[in-house]
C-alpha cells in the first residue's frame, strides 16, 4: 500500500478535527495508507507572517525533521502548503542546512485538492453533498500555489451539488492570521462584506480549503444568526 | 524627516474609515469599476503579460544603474537648457523649489498631479512663502478645496461622491448645487483657466526620464500637465530618483502597460513629452525650466536587496484598487501620502519608524502581487518589513494591543515546539469549555481572542464535531 503523510496543520487539530478526519477517509478510499505527522503541530506561518524569525526557525526545524522526502505529504490548508514549499526558502536564508532539506522536501509537499487532481489523477471520489455552495477561493491557495481548478473540479464531481458564483470571489475574507486579531475591525469588515455577496448567491454553504477562511467567515457567519454553514473541501469530498 | 504618522495613528484612522459605511460604499463602487475597466483592457490585449515582462527587465536594468542613467540624464537635460537640482531630501528640494518661484516673483503656482510634490509637502512650503498654489487635476483641486490630501495616488478624490463635490462647489465656487459631473467639470475648467493664465511658475511630477535625450514623460487624462509645463514661463519638474529610464525605445512597453492597469484605458489621453525650455525658434513654451531629482530615502532602499524591487513602481495605483485592506479604509486611514500596498512599504522608508504599522496593515492576499503591471512582490516586501521592523533598534513603540497579539504569537510558537503536549492539553481543555459555546461557537473570549470576538465574529470552540456546527434540516 502507497503511504501519504497528512499534516493536520494548527488550526485543524485545535478547531477543526473533523477536517482532518475527512481529510484521512478521502485518502484511505483512495487505498493510501494515511500516516499523520505528529512530530510538528504548525508549520511556522504564525511567527514568521508576524516578522517573528527565531520562533519561525524552531517550528520550521521541527516541521522538517518531522517529515522526510519519498512519501508525499498532504496537507489540508493552502495556506501552511504554500508555507513550506514557498516561504521557507525565505525563512531558511541563513540555514543553509535547513535550507537544503527543505529543497529536497518541496516536491513531496501538495495541498490536498493538489494531491487528488494532480498526483492521483481523480475528480469523482464517491461524495454526495445535496447542498448549493458558493466555493471560496483561499488567497494563498490562489495566488502563491495557482491550485485553481482542482478545487472547483473535485466540487463539480460531486453529486448533488449546485455550485454557485457570487460576486469578487478571489478577495480576501480577511482572516490574515495574527492580522485578525491584529487589526480586527478591518478583518471583520472584510468577512462582512464577502458574507453579503455569498449571501446574494444563495448558497447554504461556503466550502474552502483553509480551516482559517473557515474561522473567520463561520465565525463571522455565526454571530449574525445566518443560516449558512461553512465546510472544508475535505469534509464535502467525505460525506455521503 | 517630514510627514511621518504618529505610531498609534493608524489604529484610529482605520477605525475610522471602517466605521463610515458611506465611505466604504463609494471606495466599493469606484474601485470596483476601475477593477472591471482593467480586465477588461487586459483581455484585449493578449501582448499585456509579455509587455509586462520586458518594463520590468527595463526596471531591473535602470534601477540596476541609477548611477550611471541619473548622471547621462542631468548631462542630456542640462544640454537641452534645463536646471537640473539633486535634492537629497524633502527639505532640500522644497527650499530649492521656493527659492526658484521667489526669484521668479511669482504670485501663483498652477501644479500638474505630483505625488513627488505631495511626499515633500511642498503646497505648506509655499503658501508660507506668500505664495498661491492651485491644483489643475480636477480631483487634487477637489481635495484642495476641501483642505484634504489625496486618498489615493492616482484618483485623489476617490472617497467622495459627485454629490460631495457639488456641495463642495456651491460652497466654495458659488455655483448653484448640481451632481452633473459634466456641469461640475466645466466650474472647474474655468476657474482653472484664469489661473493658468496668469501663474507665473507651473509645477508637475515625471512618469519617466528618458536619460539617453533628456526627455521628461508626463502621461495625463486632463491636459493641465500640458498646460501647467507650458504656460508659465516657470516649470518645475519634481521626480523621484527611481523614474528614469535608459532609452526612448523602452518607453512604449511602458505606455502599453501603465494606462491599462492605471485607469483601465488603453492610453491616456495625453502623453507629454518635454525636453527642454522654450528654444529660440519655438512661439511658446516656459523661459526656464528645472528638475528636481529627488533622492528622500530611496538611495537607502536601494541598498537592501529585497526593497529595492519597490523601486520599480510605476504608482498606477492598481494595488490601491484591488487591496482589501485599502477598500475597506480608505485612503486617508494610512496617515501618508503613498497609502495602500505600495504605501505600506514606501512610507515606513520614505517617513521613518512612525509607519512601521503600516506593513502588518495586509492580509498578504497577494492581490497587489498580481494585478502590479511589474510584478512587484508586494508580500514578499511586507513579510521582509516586518522582520526588519520586529528587530529594529531601537525597538519601535507599538500600541499595547499590537504588543499583546505579537506575545501570544510567542507564546503560541514556544507551545507548538512541543507538539504532544499541546495536543494533551487542547483534548483536556475542549470538554471543560465545550458547555460555554453554542453551535460550536464561543460568544466571547479573554485576551487576544478578545479582539476577535469584539468584533463580530464568534470563535470556534476547541476541537468541535462538525454536527455541533451544522444548521438542522438543511437541504436545497
Given amino acids: 500500500m502507497t503511504e501519504v503523510r497528512l499534516f493536520a496543520t494548527c488550526l485543524a487539530e485545535e478547531f477543526f478535527p473533523s477536517v482532518i478526519e475527512a481529510a484521512k477517509t478521502v485518502l484511505e478510499r483512495l487505498k493510501l495508507k494515511v500516516r499523520p505527522v505528529r512530530a510538528s503541530f504548525c508549520c511556522a506561518q504564525a511567527p514568521f507572517n508576524e516578522g517573528l524569525r527565531e520562533p519561525a526557525l524552531d517550528l520550521a526545524r521541527k516541521f522538517l525533521r518531522a517529515c522526510e522526502p519519498g512519501a508525499p505529504i498532504v496537507i489540508p490548508s493552502g495556506s501552511c502548503t504554500s508555507m513550506v514549499r514557498i516561504f521557507y526558502s525565505d525563512l531558511l536564508a541563513n540555514e543553509p542546512k535547513l535550507a537544503e532539506r527543505a529543497a529536497a522536501l518541496r516536491p513531496w509537499i501538495y495541498e490536498f485538492s493538489q494531491f487528488l487532481v494532480d498526483v492521483m489523477k481523480v475528480k469523482y471520489v464517491g461524495a454526495r453533498f445535496d447542498r448549493t455552495v458558493a466555493y471560496h477561493p483561499a488567497c494563498h491557495l490562489t495566488r502563491e500555489l495557482r491550485v485553481i481548478d482542482q478545487p472547483r473540479a473535485l466540487l463539480a464531481a460531486v453529486e448533488g451539488i449546485r455550485v454557485v458564483d457570487f460576486r469578487n470571489p478571489e478577495e480576501c475574507c480577511g482572516f490574515g492570521g495574527v492580522f485578525s486579531v491584529k487589526l480586527p475591525h478591518i478583518s471583520a469588515a472584510m468577512a462582512e462584506d464577502k458574507i453579503q455577496r455569498i449571501q446574494e448567491s444563495g448558497a447554504s454553504t461556503i466550502v474552502a480549503n483553509d480551516c482559517g477562511c473557515l474561522m473567520q467567515l463561520g465565525g463571522a457567519l455565526h454571530r449574525r444568526g445566518i443560516p449558512i454553514e461553512t465546510w472544508h473541501l475535505a469534509e464535502v469530498l467525505a460525506a455521503r | ?476
Wanted: net charge positive; charged share 25%; glycine share 8%.
Fill in chain 2, 1 to 476: 524627516m517630514s510627514a511621518g504618522p504618529s505610531s498609534s495613528g493608524f489604529l484610529e484612522s482605520s477605525r475610522r474609515g471602517v466605521a463610515d459605511a458611506d465611505l466604504r460604499r463609494k471606495l466599493e463602487n469606484a474601485t470596483g469599476r476601475h477593477l472591471e475597466h482593467v480586465a477588461a483592457t487586459r483581455a484585449e490585449f493578449p501582448a499585456f503579460d509579455s509587455e509586462r515582462d520586458a518594463a520590468r527587465r527595463i526596471k531591473e536594468d535602470a534601477i540596476g544603474r541609477l548611477d550611471e542613467l541619473l548622471v547621462e540624464l542631468k548631462n542630456k537635460l542640462e544640454a537641452n537648457g534645463a536646471t537640473v537640482f539633486v535634492a537629497a531630501d524633502a527639505g532640500e528640494a522644497r527650499d530649492y523649489i521656493v527659492n526658484v518661484v521667489k526669484r521668479a516673483g511669482a504670485k501663483q503656482v498652477v501644479k500638474g498631479k505630483s505625488m513627488t510634490t505631495e511626499e515633500i509637502e511642498l503646497n505648506p512650503a509655499l503658501e508660507r512663502a506668500g505664495v498661491e498654489v492651485v491644483e489643475t487635476d480636477l480631483g487634487e483641486y477637489i481635495v484642495q478645496l476641501r483642505g484634504e490630501r489625496p486618498s489615493h495616488i492616482i484618483t485623489p478624490a476617490i472617497h467622495l461622491s459627485k454629490e460631495d463635490i457639488g456641495r463642495l462647489f456651491a460652497d466654495k465656487l458659488g455655483i448653484p448645487y448640481t451632481a452633473e459631473p459634466e456641469t461640475l467639470t466645466d466650474a472647474a475648467r474655468k476657474r482653472l483657466r484664469e489661473i493658468f493664465l496668469s501663474a507665473g511658475v507651473g509645477v508637475t511630477g515625471v512618469n519617466f526620464a528618458i536619460a539617453e535625450t533628456g526627455t521628461l514623460a508626463l502621461i495625463e487624462n486632463e491636459g493641465n500637465g500640458r498646460l501647467s509645463s507650458t504656460l508659465p514661463d516657470t516649470f518645475i519638474a519634481v521626480m523621484g530618483i527611481e523614474k528614469v529610464i535608459p532609452k526612448l525605445s523602452d518607453l512604449p512597453h511602458f505606455l502599453e502597460i501603465l494606462a491599462r492597469t492605471g485607469t483601465g484605458q488603453k492610453l491616456t489621453t495625453y502623453v507629454n513629452f518635454i525636453s527642454g525650455p522654450r528654444g529660440r525658434h519655438d512661439a511658446d513654451g516656459p523661459r526656464a525650466m528645472h528638475v528636481v531629482i529627488l533622492d528622500n530615502g530611496r538611495s537607502a532602499m536601494l541598498a537592501d536587496p529585497v526593497l529595492r524591487e519597490a523601486l520599480y513602481c510605476l504608482r498606477c495605483g492598481a494595488c490601491l484598487n484591488v487591496c482589501p485592506v485599502y477598500r475597506r479604509i480608505g485612503g486617508h486611514a494610512y496617515n501618508s501620502t503613498y497609502p495602500g500596498p505600495i504605501g505600506s512599504i514606501v512610507s515606513p522608508n520614505l517617513f521613518g519608524s512612525a509607519a512601521a504599522e503600516l506593513p502588518f496593515a495586509s492580509t498578504l492576499c497577494g492581490a497587489c502581487r498580481d494585478i502590479c503591471p511589474v510584478r512587484i512582490d508586494i508580500p514578499r516586501i511586507l513579510l521582509h518589513l516586518r522582520w526588519r521592523e520586529s528587530v529594529a533598534q531601537p525597538a519601535i513603540k507599538w500600541p499595547k494591543a499590537a504588543v499583546k497579539a505579537r506575545a501570544s504569537v510567542v507564546r503560541f510558537a514556544r507551545m507548538a515546539r512541543f507538539p504532544r503536549t499541546l495536543r494533551l492539553l487542547t483534548r483536556l481543555a475542549a470538554p471543560v469549555l465545550r458547555p460555554f459555546a453554542r453551535d460550536g461557537y464561543m460568544r466571547r473570549m479573554p485576551g487576544v481572542a478578545g479582539n476577535w470576538t469584539r468584533w463580530g465574529r464568534d470563535f470556534p470552540a476547541l476541537r468541535a464535531r462538525r454536527k455541533t456546527r451544522q444548521k438542522p434540516a438543511e437541504h436545497s
